[in-house]
């Protein structure tokens, strides 16, 4: 585990720039306090769990009182994370080992986000058992899938996946690819060659007539402006068009 005494002659080299290239979480406490003695081996597990992920800094207050007057410290411990030279995240008093955890969690990656990162179909199917139903995972998968012509198994990665625009949009798209009586060809066609307006606009003009399709109409158009963005001049005028169509 990477523990290490930094005082003020050393702040700038252990701490701010050895942040670029890993985050750094530094302890600020003193021998009299209590409190700071109940933090530490909490900070220390929290740490060794991330060993070569994260380095913990620790700071005497008493015998450094220059960088405890730069970073504004008025109680300890006080704990401050630093990415790139800057402080990322921040908490003040001796807190359990689950709020240290999720304090550690968001600084260093995750085994799902390197697995995600990595991206192959093991890997992204490791991620899921981990994090089961994680979005961007779960997407990730079904798109290997579909290119594979497993839209059954596509489906059903995606169709339960919570809060999710890509992975309802995905999870309509194939749905739509198969439905009755509905010609949503030539949009999916357009939109697999890249021109994502062109598609929406196709699949908006199938609205009027379609039926049961009508919700994943919306759901796939509404994942396609997703990416596309707010800004988006096109996608501005297709939220008003999709709007005035459904209600």
């Known amino acids: ?45 929290a740490a060794a769990a991330r060993e070569g992920q994260v380095v913990l800094a620790k700071v005497d207050t008493d015998a450094n009182p220059g960088i405890s007057a730069t970073f504004g410290i008025q ?14 995240e921040e908490f003040v008093g001796a807190q359990g ?16 986000d390197l697995l995600v990162d990595q991206g192959d179909e093991a890997a992204l199917r490791r991620a899921l058992e981990l994090q089961p139903r994680r979005p961007d995972a779960a997407v990730a ?9 497993e839209d059954d198994a596509a489906l059903a990665v995606v169709e339960d996946v919570p809060g999710s625009f890509q992975a309802d949009g995905l999870a309509a798209r ?6 009755a009586g509905l010609d949503a060809r030539p ?3 357009a939109l697999d060659a890249g021109d994502r307006e062109r598609g929406v606009d196709l699949l908006l003009d199938l609205i009027p007539d379609a039926g049961e399709h009508t919700d994943d109409l919306r759901r796939l158009i509404v994942a396609v402006l997703d990416e596309l963005g707010v800004e988006h001049p096109a996608a501005r005028e297709a939220r008003r068009r999709l709007a005035a169509a459904l209600y």
Not at 18 to 35: G, I, K, N
């Open 97 to 112: 080992p689950a709020i240290v955890e999720r304090f550690f969690d968001g600084l260093v990656p995750s085994e799902a």
């Open 174 to 179: 194939i749905r739509l690819s198969r439905a």
């Open 1 to 45: 585990m990477t523990v290490i005494d930094v005082a003020e002659a050393d702040f700038e080299r252990e701490v701010l720039q050895r942040s670029h290239t890993m985050p750094v979480v530094v302890d600020f406490w003193a021998a009299w306090c209590a409190p700071c003695r109940a933090l530490t081996p909490v900070l220390e597990k």
């Open 187 to 189: 949009a999916l066609d």
């Open 141 to 149: 998968l079904a798109r290997l899938l579909l290119d594979r012509g």
């Open 75 to 88: 109680g300890i411990p006080a704990v401050k994370a630093f990415r790139d030279g800057v402080v990322v």
